[in-house]
């Protein structure tokens, strides 16, 4: 299996511009997590998804952040407007049970000028 | 709120040397993971921690949980420069796999 896989790699935006994450799980990987990773905060969970349905969201900073997950083999985490304390390396994880460990993607650098 | 502590923070060690890192948490959980960071780099799972008195080895890394004192321990032996990294350790507070992160451990060996 190729792993978790993200999309872009690394994203340069304005402020103001709504930017979209993509994220493929693991086939047959029942959940799946949205991160954010910075400096000041550290890795903290933004949303996650059981069987393509929206568990717990109550990482998401505000309402500017929205995700989607509308099948088992894609997810999207959208910022619109996006703002420059948006900037983080967001990561995509997915594990086949609750209790498994959970496989991280290689992530999405974001820098929003 | 729960909080998951880990420390030290920054470790420099010797080749050669044995050393432990800690991670505290504050509310109950019997469900606690390891990850290794390189720089610029995704996470890599290294130990699943699933009750108490449970211990993963894996090389010159093991890992144990003690669910009563909500502590977990991450040793290692006869370090080596490869394993200079950033771990973490992260804590399920539900039933679900949330989990919380610790801030990580840098850890640097010296050759």
């Known amino acids: 299996d190729a792993g978790v896989i993200q999309s872009p790699r690394h994203e340069v935006t304005e402020m103001g511009q709504e930017v979209t994450l993509r994220c493929k799980p693991i086939?047959?990987?029942?959940?799946l997590f949205w991160y954010r990773q910075t400096m000041m905060r550290g890795l903290e969970l933004l949303i996650y998804?059981?069987?393509?349905?929206?568990?717990?969201d109550s990482g998401m900073p505000e309402d500017r952040f929205s995700a989607k997950m509308p099948n088992a083999s894609f997810s999207t985490l959208k910022i619109q407007p996006s703002e420059p304390r948006d900037s983080a390396v967001y990561f995509c994880?997915?594990?086949?049970?609750?209790?498994?460990?959970?496989?991280f993607g290689p992530g999405t650098r974001l820098l929003v000028l | 709120e729960l909080k998951v502590e880990q420390n030290p923070l920054f470790l420099s060690m010797q080749e050669g040397k044995n050393y432990t890192i800690y991670c505290n948490y504050s509310?109950?959980?019997?469900?606690l993971y390891w990850y290794r960071q390189d720089p610029g780099k995704s996470l890599e799972s290294l130990f699943v921690?699933?009750?108490?008195?449970a211990v993963k080895q894996e090389g010159r890394l093991m890992a144990s949980l003690d669910t009563k004192a909500r502590l977990s321990t991450l040793h290692i032996t006869a370090a080596v420069h490869d394993l200079s990294a950033t771990y973490f350790c992260?804590?399920?507070?539900?039933?679900?796999?949330?989990?919380?992160f610790g801030a990580g451990t840098i850890l640097r060996v010296k050759s």
């Open positions: 994880a997915s594990s086949l049970t609750y209790w498994e460990t959970q496989y």
């Open positions: 921690l699933l009750s108490n008195g």
């Open positions: 086939s047959g990987h029942d959940y």
């Open positions: 992260a804590v399920d507070i539900q039933y679900g796999n949330k989990l919380v």
């Open positions: 509310t109950t959980s019997d469900r």
């Open positions: 998804f059981n069987n393509n349905v929206p568990i717990d």
